[in-house]
Every structure is written in structure tokens, then in C-alpha cells.
């Protein structure tokens, strides 16, 4: 992902190619390039340096491409016979305002060329601002020393990093690993590590945040938050820190997601969070452009983002003094709230292609899972602290998904929704612990509902007779015609008697044509057999109904709650109240 063999061959190592004759090999990949645009739009840079270290004999080239894909050459060098010498290449940031790269290629003819040491690098600064780390970590103890170790190995990396704060919530410490201490000695008093009572992932971060910005250089400091359970490419720290500590105004700026169990693909860019619909983020362009393979996939087009997710965003200290810290709603919308209140104080987020870390696959965790209970009870907060609630609208647009949910006898799901309702309707209250207790409540609500267990595959016990392969139906044209007609034929007790269903074929229109659907999660572990109960469905279909009638008629006084409690809930003071109670919790 640094540099690719386009023509003969190469040999491909971290900080050295060694181009045999007749060989063309290019830096134009994910790592590989300088997202010039990005540079042009946030900075007054005006000219990039190339350096490398050549020896042999070939040709280096750097290129240019433009917002629509086009290339041109900007400076070249042609060595010959050298021997460990180095070479100066420039290249103007001047014609990338709305997308294009830069990136160098190396060609050779009848003899090799060995180049190493390459360096892009720019005008520093007169001053540069420390950066510090934050991990919130629960229970993943080695991915975090993973990372902590990729850090620790890369000395351009932890000598950029002021400190490293891991705030460890889970009762699987980081600590007790044998390999803690050498890497602690390792990073040379950099790392800081606390532990506390688990107050999600708004409250492991906060704890990081707050400790920083508390510090000697704090009001001078850049936060840089990063998830427990990524694998870092170290150089991302540098790349961040780098166009940060160059940009005109304050920004935050975050590294993309590449997807874990398939490391070349792209999985999240720029998002923009649609509020009315109650959506975190991925915008139709961006979804065209998720999965693909960034080897061979070029980014050209600079995007705009409101939020950039913390599994690695970086943040200054004046948006933390100017608009508080994240909201305690303890898993998930946290980033997302945050990243919108820094926008309308007049803070850009920018997310930086070449700045990645290797998430979990996201496509592969199943949607009915007890972190739904977050997704919809945030989305709500979030959508009336910004001003995109409406009581009609976001109702019929619950009312919808709901009824979904019921058709495709996702019931612990639909249990799931009626209950993240009620606690938005609850008002900032429901806060008032960081969501300490919650977790545990909502686990024991969905247990109460059998299709939200994952079994093994060979312990599913349905006789293939009543498990006929059936071939999924298309999307429905008039998908509010079928599913009423689904939800009729269900209190009909008319449906087929049952199907085996593929994890991406579990459409509610699919699922709900059956009695009885063993459905495979999307995690591809296991399955979940779904059953239909007239009984059960008319239950949670009249609770839903009054919940969601609860929220047309109060939803407006509740969102006007939300906005008066949002300074109480954001501030200092609070969070070290909170802190405060888990210390004393803990001991």
C-alpha cells in the first residue's frame, strides 16, 4: 500500500525499493501519495520536498493528478551510476483546490536502482504543538498493546507524541499483560495509564481528553483519539500532526477506516451525518466508494465531512475550550454530536486520505445487536440538539423502521427501540450516571426475546423438511404496499412455513414471507432462528404505538430539555463529577 510494481520486478521493503531493469514501480497507493489538496485548502503551504537516497541508475519522476483523474509530470531526475546519493525533488501546491495528489514513480532501464529514504516534507512552523494520545479501552488488552508496540517501534512516531493516555474501563487489563511493562519502558515515560469503572467509550475518552487538556501544555495541545481495537500504521500520527500543526485555522482532522479482515479496502471516508433520517453517516458518494480496493482505487475528489469517528480523530485544545467536552451518552453519536457542535463554533473537520487505520469490519457486526439501544435513544438526542427533530417526522420515520422490525420477527429488537424511545423521552436524566447501568438492563431485556441468540451453526434444530431453498425476492417497488400486506398476512397467520435465509438476503420483505427463518448473523458465526408470535408481535406492536404517540405529542418539550441541559451535561464540572463517582466506585 506504499508503492506498487507496475512493470518487471522490485523488491519492497519499508523505507526501500529495489528497482531491477526494465521496471516501472509507482507510489501512487493509499500511503503512498501527498493528498496535496487537503494541504492547499488548509494551509499556506505552498511547495512540497521530495527527498530519497538513490543508487544505480533510473529515472524519478513526480506526479500530479487533478480533481478529475488526469496526470501530469511536475519534476524529474534521472540518475546515473550513483552511489548512496541524495536527491531533491519540488513540487508546487497550487492547482488542487477541489481534489488531486501528488506521488513519485521510478523507472528503470538497463540497469537497477536502489531508492530508500524517501521523505515528503514541507516548511515547519514557526512552533509546533504537542500531540497526545487518548485510548479508551475495554477488554481488547491486546489489540491496545498492539498499538501501543507499533507506536513504541516507530521512533519518527512516538517522537512526535507528547504522551500516550490509555484509559482502561474493562476487568481484561492492558496492565496485566507481560507484555505491559517492556513496552511501557519502551515508550520511554510517555504512557499514561488509568483505569475506571466502564463508562463506555464517551467516558474513556473524555477521561483521556481531560487529562490532557488539564496538563502543563494542555490549553496548547492537540488531542488525538483512537479506538482500542484498530491496527495502527504508525506514519498516520505523523500525517495527522503534521497538517494540524500547518493549517491556517484550528482544525480536526481523522484517518479513514480500512477494513481489517481485507487490509487494501477502503471501508469509511468524508461522512456526513443526515439527521432527519437518523443517519450517522456515508454519503451516496462515499458509499460507491466503500469496499474498494485502494491499491488500485485513487481518491482524487477532496470531500467535506461534518465529523470524523474517534476510532482516530484529532482535536485541538480550543474546540475542547470553546464547546466542552463530548456529550456522556456513553456508546455511540458521541463523535458524530461532537463533531457537529465544533462545525457550528466554527471548526472544519477534515478526514485525510493516507491517514488510515484498520478498523473491524463494520459490515460484518449484525445490526440487531443491544448497541442498537444507543444508535436509536443518540440518534434522537443528537437530531434534537441540532436542530433536526420533528415530532411528526421523526416519529413516521421510527414508525416505519419499527414496523420492519416487527415483519421480520426481530422482536428483541423491536423491544430494543420502544425502550431507547422511552429513555429519550426520559429527558437529560437518563444521563445522569453515564450510562453505567444501562448496558446491563438492556442485555437482560433482549434476552428475554430468543431470536437475538446466536447459535452454532450444526445445534440448529429445524428438520430440513420445514427449511426449503427458497430464492429471495427482489426489493419491492411499493415497499409500503408489501409491508402492510406482510403485517396483514402475519395477523392472517397466513405466511409460508419456513426458510434457511443468507445474511444478506435478511430484507424484512424476504424474511417476513415465513413462519419460521433461520437467518445467518452477519458476524457469519452463527445463526438466529426467528419465529413468528401473533401474540408477541400485536403486544410490542400496541407498546410501540404508544411510545411512538408519546413522542409526536412530548417530543418537543423533550427536545427542548435536551438544549437547556446540554451546557450542564458537556462541562467540566460534570465530568468530574462523574470521574469522581467511579474513583470512589473502584476503591
Sequence with gaps: MYSQVKQGAAAQERDRLSVEPHAFVTTNTYFGRFPASYWQRCTEVTEVVIEAVVTGSGRLVVTASDIWGHVRGVDAYTASGASAETVRLTAKIDRFTDGGALWLDIETKDEPLVVEHVRWSVVAPSALRP?????????????????????????????AVAAVHVTDQGNDAVESRDRFEPVKQAMGGKLRYVRQPNLGGAGGFTRGMYE????ERGAESYVLLMDDDVKLES????RLMALANC?????????????????DRLWVDAEVADLPKLKPGLTPSEESMSGRSMVKHAQELRRDATHNAWWCCLIPAEVVAKIGYPLPVFFQWDDIEYGLRARAAGFTTFTLP?????????????????????????????????GAFTPTGTASLLAKEFAETLAAMQYGLAATMIKAVEDFLRGPEVLSDGGAEIVPLVRKLRAEYAETETLRPASVAVPAAEMPIVVPEPKPSLPTLVLVKRLFDQFRNSQEHGAAIRSH???????????????????????????????????????????????????????????????????????????????????
Design 212 to 215: 490532557i487538556v488539564q496538563g
Design 131 to 159: 500531540v497526545s494520545i487518548a485510548i479508551c479501552t475495554h477488554n481488547r488488552a491486546d489489540y491496545c498493546l498492539d498499538t501501543l508496540t507499533e507506536l513504541a517501534e516507530d521512533p519518527d512516531a512516538l517522537g
Design 354 to 386: 493516507g491517514a488510515g487505520v484498520w478498523h473491524q469490519d463494520l459490515h460484518w457486526k449484525d445490526w440487531d445487536d443491544w448497541s442498537r439501544y444507543f444508535h436509536f435513544r443518540n440518534s434522537l438526542i443528537v437530531a434534537a440538539l441540532h
Design 247 to 263: 493549517a491556517i485555522q484550528p482544525i480536526l482532522v481523522g484517518g479513514q477506516s480500512l477494513q481489517e479482515l481485507h487490509p
Design 505 to 587: 438476503n435478511q430484507h424484512w420483505w424476504h424474511v417476513s414471507r415465513f413462519r419460521t427463518a433461520v437467518v445467518t448473523d452477519s458476524a457469519q458465526t452463527g445463526m438466529r432462528v426467528r419465529k413468528f408470535d401473533r401474540e408477541l408481535m400485536l403486544r410490542l406492536g400496541r407498546e410501540g404505538v404508544r411510545t411512538l404517540w408519546r413522542l409526536r405529542r412530548e417530543g418537543e418539550a423533550v427536545a427542548r430539555q435536551w438544549n437547556a441541559a446540554q451546557p450542564r451535561l458537556v462541562s467540566k464540572q460534570n465530568w468530574e463529577r462523574l470521574f469522581e463517582v467511579d474513583k470512589q466506585a473502584g476503591n
Design 235 to 238: 506514519d498516520t500520527v505523523v
